[in-house]
Structure formats: structure tokens, C-alpha cells
């Protein structure tokens, strides 16, 4: 068996799509999937009027086969004055789970943020996922238990941008 981690091209971007939405199907969160796939590829691949990726991908093989991504963008910390790394999304299909590829996603993630003079790679879990947890337990990772994840979004986000242009 073969593991390889590889930089997502653009020709990939139907196999992101689809591991998004089984990502989403696995949190039970399939509902709230609505991306556009087009526009999904200029944020990724910096193809838009733009020209900046947002985000990047990493793909996953096992014996050439797509198994899995990680969709990850740089962050930053004031205090340690330096650029961190933030895993958005890592997913492995079930079929492929237990044969490394999860460890493998994250061990190149820390290369890069070493190779980037990054201060940490960070990501959250849901509070339910019990074996992810103690997947990254398992490989040194800690619980930041003392931060609360807060989010304006929908209507709440135009809102508050409407009352902070008054």
C-alpha cells in the first residue's frame, strides 16, 4: 500500500466538490452544503477577477486512488507575531480510514507550517466526534477548552455590516 499526499490542481475540483459534500454527510450537516462549484474553483485556484486563492487543497491517495482532502489557508497570531496554519476540512473516505492517510494529511500540514515559519497548525472538531478526538490526541494535539467559538453569518452578517457603515 502506497500513501501520497499531493497539492489539489484544478482539474480536481468536481473530486473536492464531492468530498465536501460526503465531509458535510458525515457531520450531519449536509443541509447547510450550498457552494458553487465554479465559484468554489476561482477561491481555491485564484482563477477569478481576483486572482488570489483563498485556500488551499491537499489530496490524499492510497495506490493512486483519491481517498481524501484537507482544505486549509494561513491565519494569523499577534501575540507570537507569525502567520499560523488553519485546517478547515479533513476528510478521509470510510473505506480508507485506518490505513494512515488521516496522519499522513497531518504530518505534511506541520512540514508546511514549519516550512512557512508558522507558529501552529489549528483546526476545531465537533464535540461528538469522539474517534477524531482521540485520533489527534493521540498524535500530541490539545483541546483549546478555554476558547469560544463565536460566528455571524446570513442575515445576522449583513446586519451588522449595514449598522457599522451608520
Known amino acids: ?15 473536492i466538490g464531492q468530498f465536501i459534500r460526503d465531509l458535510a454527510e458525515y457531520e450531519r450537516l449536509a443541509h447547510e452544503v450550498r457552494f458553487d462549484e465554479a465559484v468554489l474553483g476561482e477561491r481555491l485556484f485564484g482563477q477569478g477577477a481576483g486572482g488570489r486563492p483563498y485556500a488551499e487543497v491537499l489530496i490524499g491517495e492510497v495506490d493512486g486512488i483519491a481517498q481524501g482532502f484537507a482544505l486549509f489557508f494561513h491565519n494569523f497570531s499577534t501575540f507570537e507575531g507569525k502567520p499560523g496554519i488553519y485546517l478547515e476540512d479533513l476528510f478521509v473516505k470510510p473505506e480508507a480510514r485506518g490505513m494512515g492517510l488521516g496522519k499522513a494529511f497531518l ?9 512557512r515559519d508558522c507558529a501552529r497548525l489549528e483546526w476545531w472538531v465537533l464535540d461528538w466526534n469522539e474517534p477524531a478526538i482521540r485520533f489527534y490526541k493521540a498524535l500530541g494535539a490539545k483541546p483549546m477548552d478555554e476558547w ?16 457599522s457603515l451608520t
Open 107 to 115: 504530518q505534511r500540514l506541520a512540514q508546511l507550517a514549519i516550512e
Open 1 to 15: 500500500m502506497t500513501l501520497s499526499i499531493r497539492p489539489a490542481k484544478p482539474a480536481d475540483l468536481p473530486l
Open 148 to 163: 469560544t467559538t463565536f460566528r455571524v453569518d446570513g442575515p445576522a452578517l449583513c446586519e451588522l455590516a449595514d449598522d
